[in-house]
């Protein structure tokens, strides 16, 4: 290996302002600094860093490039699989949004219950990304319900929409 290339750190915050896999020691740090009872640690390999965050409750959900090329991931605090809560997350996307030929779909995946999750695409001509996001909440809604009819259990649901947050909280 030359001079040039090294092998990179991964370090795993399990317990921080932002929770997930970081290559870069100064966005670790970042994350962890000042917060009361972080948790982190450093691995060789992304998969023992992963691991790591499984054990401690939290999935690493998604991999993002930023513009400069650093590879990022993304993870959630997922509470206990024994809980009584349901967990999913929700995400909808579509392409060509908001012209006649555009294509949208959502998913709904439920970590602690992996049979529930559905994945689809919108049927119709109304197709967008907003639909899209709706129809995922949509979906983790109508489980809870047939799973649980006396809604005696809370529902937990991750997303990166905005629009979804706003509108449960309103």
């Not at 995946?109 to 949509?138: D, I």
Request: net charge negative; glycine share 6%.
């Amino acid at each position: 290996m030359s001079s040039d290339e090294y092998e990179p750190w991964y370090y795993a915050v399990a317990n921080g302002h932002s929770l997930g896999v970081f290559t870069d020691w100064n966005d670790a740090m970042d994350s962890t600094y000042g917060y009361a009872f972080s948790k982190w640690q450093k691995f060789s390999t992304f998969g023992e860093a992963e691991e790591f965050l499984h054990a401690n409750g939290v999935i690493v959900a998604r991999l993002g490039q930023r513009h400069n090329g650093e590879v990022t991931w993304t993870a959630y605090d997922v509470t206990d699989p024994n809980a009584k809560a349901f967990v999913a997350f929700c995400d909808g996307s579509a392409l060509r949004n908001g012209s006649v030929d555009c294509t949208a779909a959502y998913a709904a995946p439920f970590p602690h219950n992996q049979e529930w999750n559905e994945v689809k695409v919108l049927q119709g001509t109304y197709a967008t990304s907003n639909r899209a996001e709706y129809h995922a909440v949509l979906a983790v809604m109508q489980r809870a319900a047939t799973v649980d009819p006396g809604k005696s259990r809370p529902v937990i649901i991750f997303t990166d929409s905005e629009l979804l947050v706003n509108t449960m909280e309103n």
